[in-house]
């Protein structure tokens, strides 16, 4: 059974930095997926963050968070994470994993190419 499980939200002040965890489970150890973190901010749509392609390097960011979130992966504990700085509050949502089957790259980062979710983790950035 596919499993993604979030951890690392909290509470930060505007300028502060957060990591985010998202640990995969059941997926086969021979194919090749696209994991990528969404947000949701209450009364907005899910918004894509960043995607990475566990074949290879290729990564996929927003245009708002570039120059200041990096999606970096250990392969040995297939583990995901959200590296996240200068924090500002319009960052405040729900951040969520996500994951789907991919044969080359992470194509794009919208919401419905990805199958798989976690349950989610909290993110408050306080100005």
């Known amino acids: 059974q596919v499993q993604l499980v979030e951890s690392g939200g909290g509470s930060v002040q505007a300028g502060g930095s957060l990591r985010l965890s998202c640990a995969a489970s059941?997926?086969?150890?021979?194919?090749?997926?696209?994991m990528g973190w969404f947000r949701q901010a209450p009364g907005k749509e899910r918004e894509g963050v960043a995607a990475?392609?566990?074949?290879?390097?290729?990564?996929l960011y927003a245009d708002s968070v570039k120059g200041r979130f990096t999606i970096p992966r250990d392969y040995g504990k297939n583990t995901v994470y959200l590296q996240m700085n200068s924090l500002k509050p319009e960052d405040t949502a729900m951040y969520y994993c996500a994951a789907h089957r991919a044969l080359w790259q992470c194509g794009s980062l919208a919401a419905d190419d990805f199958g798989d979710w976690g349950q989610g983790t909290q993110v408050t950035v306080s100005s």
């Open positions: 990475i392609y566990t074949g290879g390097t290729s990564t």
């Open positions: 059941g997926y086969p150890y021979n194919r090749n997926y696209c």
